[in-house]
């Protein structure tokens, strides 16, 4: 089957293009020592875990679910190859919860010293029988993006990460490490600056500690990242301060490595552009667009009226808002079309729900001979499941 024969919707996960991401990447590591994680949250389609377990160091999860699916598809089957690496961050660990973090986690990070103590009891008994190292989430509060403010965790009242003012020197016993994740889909300078503030504020507390995660929201694998200078900082952090430095990014790891497959159902005729009602949706099946919000890209289509024919592009759901752009063509667009959005990997499989009983989309993967194979079909019972 290739990507013209498959059901839609489908998203359809480019293994060729994911395993370009991943080279990039693990050359990185190699020639830096940094260690880089898989950030579940923005890609967690596990039937890929043993590709990504061969180029990366591990993944990281933002709960237990994401803790647990890492344990269960990355590193128990690696037990005994690679020696993998399971990080979890939480604003706040739920007590019922927290024993079986510690159970499949290597890495806890904490966002206070009130959670960090609430669970002390639990997380210094399992770090008494196996490998377990405990930090903190700081707050530099030095935001570097404009007009994203939900995904700035150092904007004004953020409740991500401690301020400096708010972390007690020295740092509280069993604390081995730091972590700041502040960055989205920005290159290596803001990073640098970041750093650079980190060090002056939080400068005093690297002797104290194994390691630093700089979090995600790093481009790496875009064209054109620096990542010459992130080798260097990474090289730099490593010498200075002999620290582990970790990395976990999620959209750098399938960027522009899948894609949403659409049908044209109908077309509307309106006082504006003709309106093709598709098969996916906005709202149900590629939330950023709305939440972000984001246009994706369109294979073969332009900015509106760039190209002949311009449409807008929305869906079979009953909310009005549920658009995705306006979008132009070459030709004329007919009912039985098939549309391909790029980018799709990422925040999207992960994201989606069932809003107006509307199917989830299948998961295909096309590998690196363009064939392509369904991974995951959803049915009715998914929906019902649920609720
Ligand atoms: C703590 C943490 N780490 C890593 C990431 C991954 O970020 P990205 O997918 O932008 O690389 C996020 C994203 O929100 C995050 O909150």
């Known amino acids: 089957m290739n990507i013209t024969e498959i059901a839609t919707p489908a998203y359809v996960i480019d293994e060729q293009k994911l395993l370009d991401n991943l080279k990039i990447l693990s050359d990185i590591a190699k020639e830096s020592g940094a260690k880089i994680l898989l950030a579940q949250k923005a890609f967690s389609a596990y039937s890929t875990y043993p590709l990504i377990a061969e180029y990366l160091q591990g993944a990281t999860a933002s709960g237990l679910y994401e803790a647990r699916l890492a344990y ?32 499949v986690a290597d890495h806890i990070v904490f966002n206070s010293i009130a959670q960090l103590e609430h669970h002390r009891n639990v997380w210094e008994k399992a770090a008494a029988k196996k490998l377990l190292s405990v930090g903190l989430r700081i707050n530099p509060e030095f935001s570097t993006q404009e007009g994203h403010e939900i995904y700035d965790p150092c904007a004004p009242g953020s409740r991500l990460g401690i301020r400096k003012e708010n972390l007690p020197n020295p740092l509280p016993s069993g604390v081995e490490g730091l972590h700041f994740h502040t960055l989205c889909e920005q290159g290596f300078e803001p990073l640098e600056a970041t750093f650079k503030e980190v060090e002056q504020d939080f400068g005093e507390f690297f002797a104290q500690i194994k390691w630093i995660n700089l979090g995600g929201g790093h481009h790496i694998t875009k064209t054109d990242y620096d990542r010459e200078g992130l080798k260097e900082l990474i090289r730099y952090i490593k010498e200075k301060y002999n620290l582990e430095v970790y990395l976990e990014p999620g959209e750098a790891i399938a960027l522009d490595a899948g894609y949403l497959v659409t049908e044209v159902m109908d077309i509307v005729e309106t006082e504006n552009y003709p309106v093709l009602i598709l098969d996916t ?58 549309l391909i959005f790029e980018d799709m990997a990422i925040y999207s499989m992960v994201k989606n729900n069932t809003f107006n009983g509307m199917p989830l989309p299948d998961i295909d993967i096309m590998h690196k001979d363009g064939s392509v194979e369904v991974i995951k079909k959803f049915s009715y019972e998914d929906f019902k499941s649920r609720l």
């Open 281 to 338: 949706s906005a709202a149900c099946h590629m939330p950023d667009v709305l939440e972000m919000p984001y246009r994706p890209p369109l294979k073969d289509s332009g900015l509106c009226d760039e190209k002949e024919y311009t449409y807008r592009l929305s869906s079979r759901t009953c909310l009005a808002g549920d658009v995705i752009g306006d979008y132009s063509f070459d030709k004329e667009i007919k009912i039985g079309d098939r």
């Open 72 to 103: 269960e598809e990355m590193i128990k089957p690696f037990e005994g190859k690679k020696k993998l690496e399971n990080h979890v961050f939480e604003p706040a660990f739920k007590d019922e919860e927290f024993p079986l973090v510690c159970e």
